[in-house]
């Protein structure tokens, strides 16, 4: 079991997975030459080469395609789209042609690609640079979504994700990638589907993915100093999402808050409370608290980019809230 | 190309055409739904190219008016029809439509509703044939419209940086729904616009199959052969409307008939009893049989087909047997804290 960086994660599981199959490449801007803008490729193009390490163009939409039309015929393409951001440049090939593939041709044709991107905000890289999004894939059936909040689900859902058969979308985050934390020595693969509980607790449920998972995790260390047990849930994947570990757990807590980093409206908060009313309505003790980002493109004025995107302290005021304590 | 197989090319061009004549009239009697979009005058194209393709072995790809490139690519014309009529034996088990006519077992890999879609589609396909070193291609139709959106550009630029074994057939039929060519797009010659791309090019005449034919065998020698891509545009007609509600009221009347004239089971058929290979009276019966066999065979295995079980909606939305080991769900052991 060693230490290592999320975005090393990532690497080995680019490693790992070439060195398994010949029909696996990695396409993106500046992931060969360059080893990539997270390092996410570094090396690899020395080891496998410019035909399986594909630095693109900036043709977002077009390079993606192109890993879609390859891996219909047999190829396991992972395609690193820098920032979320830019893959709004990519949706037709995304939503229009990957998600639909499979059920427009009755099951007879499929397209196993990954796309891997960053979505989240950094550090003041104001409003074309700061989209999550991650709310736009999750409404699209046909695709996985995933949210790996750690180097072992980094290091491990990329894996399982090279080996399924259907299009998964992995939701990285700018802030993530010098995360560290363990990952087995040994070969490991993290099922793509299922939310975690990441701290056990009784009395109320705070619920994350991706980079808002670590809100909840140091808002429930706050609370625990105050005394309360607060349990920490992972989404890991938004789509599908696991409503049966969401409803065990309010039906234990009967509390929630769930925190995103993303906006409010139509998103991945709503989506949770609706599962939430349809699972579980009667547990709920109180009512449901979100915490978000404000309703705003992400400012680059640091202030303001702080006031705009939630944080651990939002958190747990949330917690408190429902907790009826303030 | 021998006598027998000259009778077999202009009779698939009629069976083609009867095809798209007897969708339209099905479309009428409400047995198709939709959106569809007919071929009829632009069978040449198709034809003579996949004639000169190996189907079954590279891979075919193109937009909505899609019936006879699956057809010429090997998608069993019943199925073809079944799908027409969103039937669970069609080509798409009902799902796709005429837009979306599927059939991976023969490599042809899909029609598409977006336009320009499908370019890097048919560049992917060109670059898992490269990488799996088989002397495979990929040959992408698409209309002239496409050419201006995004990814045409994108694609030829890349296909031609990683020298990718994918042939682009621009199908130039003057038209994108009503808007003619030159009102939309400034170089009209679609061939001259990979030029940019240094994408190698020609263009010619796509009523005339003999033509079709001897270009497209230039033209795939060259993908084939490893050279990269190539850009091949046949300037052609369609005779009806871009889908079914449209009357064609931009067009000029004397436009379409010249263009009628140059129908191309009009061209070969003529060419074909001059070198008196058949006889006008051949040609009735070949038509008869046509008639015949997508009535007695291909529609009715349409109508008797039975509909998609609604059970069965959300089938084919993901892999319907996943690998646990990569789905899931976690295993207590697994979870941390
Ligand atoms: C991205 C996109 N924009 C617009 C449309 C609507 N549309 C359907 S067909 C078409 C014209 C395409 O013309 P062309 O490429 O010349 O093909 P043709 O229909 O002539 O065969 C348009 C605008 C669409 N389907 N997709
Ligand atoms: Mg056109």
């Known amino acids: 079991m060693a230490e290592i960086a999320y975005w090393e994660a990532i690497r080995r599981a680019h490693d790992e997975e070439l060195a398994h199959d010949r029909m696996v490449i990695a396409m993106g801007e500046d992931i060969g030459v360059a080893g990539g803008t997270y390092k996410a490729t570094s090396g690899l193009y020395q080891k496998y080469g410019a035909e399986r390490i594909i630095d693109t163009p900036i043709s977002e939409n077009s390079y993606t395609g192109i890993g879609i039309g390859a891996s219909m015929a047999g190829m396991r393409p992972i395609i690193e789209i820098m920032s979320i951001n830019f893959a709004l440049l990519a949706l037709d090939t995304l939503i229009n042609a990957a998600a639909k593939i499979r059920y427009m041709s009755g099951g007879r044709a499929s397209c196993p690609i990954v796309m891997r991107t960053p979505g989240g905000t950094a550090h003041q890289l104001a409003a074309q640079h700061s989209a999550r999004l991650a709310r736009m894939f999750m409404s699209t059936p046909g695709l996985r979504v995933v949210t790996p909040r750690g180097p072992l689900d980094a290091y491990g859902m990329l894996k399982s994700a090279v080996r399924c058969n259907d299009p998964v979308i992995i939701i990285e985050h700018e802030s993530m990638y010098n995360m560290r934390g363990e990952v087995p020595d040994k070969e490991t693969f993290r ?50 999402i696991d409503r049966d570990t969401i409803r065990r757990s309010v039906e234990k807590t009967h509390k929630v808050v769930i925190a995103e980093e993303d906006e409010a409206t139509v998103g991945v908060g709503s989506e949770i409370i609706s599962v939430i009313i349809e699972e579980c309505f009667f547990a709920l003790d109180a009512q449901p608290v979100r915490v978000h980002a404000a309703d705003v493109p992400v400012p680059y004025n640091r202030q303001l980019e702080k006031a705009a995107i939630p944080n651990a302290d939002d958190v747990l005021a949330a917690a408190l809230k429902v907790l009826g304590r303030v | 190309m021998n006598a027998s197989d000259q009778k077999r090319l202009l009779r698939e061009m009629i069976f083609y055409r009867r095809f798209e004549e007897r969708s339209f009239e099905a479309y009428m009697e409400r047995k198709i739904g939709g959106f569809l979009h007919l071929y009829s005058g632009q069978e040449a194209v198709a034809t003579g190219v996949l004639e000169m393709a190996r189907c079954g072995y590279d891979y075919v790809i193109t937009g909505y008016r899609d019936h006879v490139h699956a057809l010429k690519a090997g998608a069993p014309a019943r199925e ?138 230039d033209a795939i020698a060259h993908v084939r052969s490893g050279r990269g891509p190539y850009f091949i545009e046949f300037m052609t007609y369609r005779q009806r409307g871009h889908s079914m509600s449209d009357s064609n009221a931009y067009r000029s009347k004397e436009e379409e008939r010249l263009w009628m004239e140059r129908d191309p089971l009009k061209i070969y058929g003529g060419r074909l009893k001059k070198a008196k290979v058949l006889t006008e009276k051949d040609i009735a019966a070949m038509e008869k049989s046509v008639l015949e066999e997508i009535e007695n065979d291909v529609v009715r295995f349409a109508e008797e087909s039975p509909e998609p079980r609604v059970e069965d909606l959300n089938k084919y939305c993901l892999d319907d047997q996943p690998d646990p080991r990569w789905i899931g769900p976690l295993a207590q052991g697994e979870q941390h804290g």
């Open chain 1, 191 to 240: 099922p793509l589907e299922g939310a975690e509980i990441v701290r056990a607790g009784t009395d109320v449920t705070l619920i994350g993915y991706n980079y808002s998972v670590h809100l909840c995790l140091a808002a429930a260390d706050k609370l625990a100093a105050m005394g309360v047990s607060a349990e920490v849930l992972d989404l890991r994947a938004l789509r599908p």
């Open chain 2, 80 to 217: 073809v029809m079944a799908e027409l009529y969103g039937k669970e034996t069609g080509s798409s088990r009902g799902r796709g439509g005429s837009m979306h006519i599927f059939d991976p077992t023969v490599n042809f890999m899909g029609g598409y509703a977006l336009v320009g879609q499908p370019f890097p589609l048919a560049a992917g396909l060109a670059l898992a044939c490269k990488h799996k070193g088989t002397d495979q291609i990929a040959i992408c139709f698409l209309g002239d419209g496409a050419n201006n959106q995004g990814t045409f550009h994108e694609t030829m630029n890349m296909a031609s940086v990683w020298k990718l074994p994918v042939l682009f057939v621009c199908e130039n039929n003057l038209y994108a729904i009503g808007t003619r060519i030159e009102r939309s797009t400034a170089v009209t010659d679609q061939y001259k616009r990979v030029a940019a791309y240094d994408i190698p090019s020609s263009q010619h005449d796509g009523q005339d199959i003999d033509i079709v034919m001897a270009a497209a065998t």
